[in-house]
């Protein structure tokens, strides 16, 4: 069993929608919460983190951590062509793995006009 | 301008032939890492580097060598590449601390495949 799981999708949504990406993971050491964006043809850059459980808004994206239930997602309000991406999750413990970085598999967006 | 750069971006060789693939960052950063990233299988962490003279493995580092002797460069070395070592790679940068690991400054990626 991997330790993050992400439905790879692929996701199609209309301009507009709210998209709601998800992932689960079941290391209890995990403390830090990202959301990585990677473009086709490009590397992955960061969206937002969060550390331990809470929400974080930031414009149209955000991140909610559910450490009770190992369970993080992504919301995208108001959709846009430019969101078309795929979208990867991470997680890190703290400590003396501070290091160490665990993706999920990565959901494809689409969100056509 | 502040980037990570990999070299070669593409490359194809044959089963055995020991290859680098190299990895400069401009930012001064001390944390470096490489990254597999295979369709089904995510991004995979290899190798990482908390600073000069500093490595340790990541999930995967079977068949795999870093080295890192300076804080800019971050080799990666396949001494005995085999063709399940086809992937894409990415190197990765980040300034030192607990919060700035989360925000990682990735290479253009480098396309490898082994024959």
């Known amino acids: 069993q991997k330790e993050v799981e992400q439905d790879p999708g692929p996701l199609s949504v209309p301009e507009g929608a709210i998209v709601s990406l998800n992932c689960t993971y079941s290391?209890?050491?995990?403390?830090?919460f990202m959301w990585y964006r990677q473009y086709s043809r490009k590397g992955p850059e960061l969206l937002m983190y969060?550390?331990?459980?809470g929400n974080k808004e930031d414009g149209r994206f955000t991140a909610q951590v559910d450490k009770s239930s190992k369970y993080i997602s992504l919301f995208i309000r108001d959709s846009q062509p430019s969101d078309s991406a795929t979208y990867l999750c991470?997680?890190?413990?703290?400590?003396?793995?501070?290091?160490?970085?665990?993706f999920g598999q990565g959901t494809i967006l689409t969100v056509h006009p | 301008e502040a980037q990570v750069t990999q070299n070669p971006r593409y490359l194809i060789t044959v089963t055995g032939k020991k290859l680098t693939v190299t990895c400069s960052q401009n930012m001064n950063h001390e944390y470096m890492s490489w990254y597999r990233q295979d369709p089904g299988l995510g991004l995979r962490q290899i190798y990482y580097s908390m600073n000069v003279e500093v490595t340790d493995k990541g999930d995967v580092p079977e068949g795999y060598k870093v080295s890192r002797k300076e804080k800019r460069n971050f080799p990666l070395i396949l001494e005995s590449p085999s063709p399940n070592q086809t992937s894409l790679y990415f190197c990765?940068?980040?300034?030192w601390g607990a919060g700035s690991y989360n925000e990682q400054f990735f290479g253009p990626g480098t396309r490898l495949t082994v024959l």
């Open positions: 290391n209890s050491a995990f403390q830090y």
């Open positions: 990765a940068s980040s300034l």
């Open positions: 969060t550390y331990s459980s």
């Open positions: 991470a997680m890190r413990a703290g400590g003396t793995s501070y290091g160490k970085l665990t």
